[in-house]
């Protein structure tokens, strides 16, 4: 029987947790934005970790260029701090990557607001209503 909530998964949130915190008090980068963590995928051999962030407030690409950038070029400190933290054997190397899907679920969810609105300002005939 398989586990519900394998050793990796528990890694991941374990690491989101820590390296919310971390960035949070340790990253002193200007050009680190407010950063979220959404999400850890820690692979099988816990040799790798991708972290996905989203910027909160930044909405150009350069910006959130800039903050990846950044935070790919601080992942060998905060590796550091993430074992001194955390009781692992071996800590995974951090991958940081923009997280589109607030993005798009803003946009999907505005797509949506509108063809409601554009919808109620059409009156329903009585045909449409026998089909």
């Known amino acids: 029987m398989a586990k519900e909530y394998s050793r990796t ?3 991941g949130d ?8 971390l960035i949070r008090r340790e990253v002193k ?4 934005g ?20 989203t910027v909160m407030g930044e909405d150009s690409a350069e910006e959130i260029a800039q903050s990846i950038k950044v935070l790919n070029a601080a992942a060998g400190f ?7 933290e ?3 054997r071996s800590v995974p190397q951090l991958h940081f990557h ?16 509108r063809a409601v609105a554009e919808d109620s300002q059409h009156p329903s005939t009585p045909e449409d209503a026998k089909e």
């Open 9 to 11: 998964q528990r890694i």
């Open 34 to 53: 407010l950063v979220t963590i959404t999400a850890v995928e820690v692979s099988r051999d816990v040799g790798h970790a991708k972290i996905f962030i």
């Open 86 to 88: 955390m009781k692992l």
């Open 29 to 32: 980068d200007p050009r680190v």
């Open 14 to 21: 374990q690491m989101q947790r820590e390296l919310a915190q």
């Open 78 to 84: 905060l590796r550091m701090q993430l074992a001194r």
């Open 98 to 113: 923009y997280d589109e899907s607030v993005v798009r679920g803003a946009h999907l969810s505005a797509l949506i607001e």
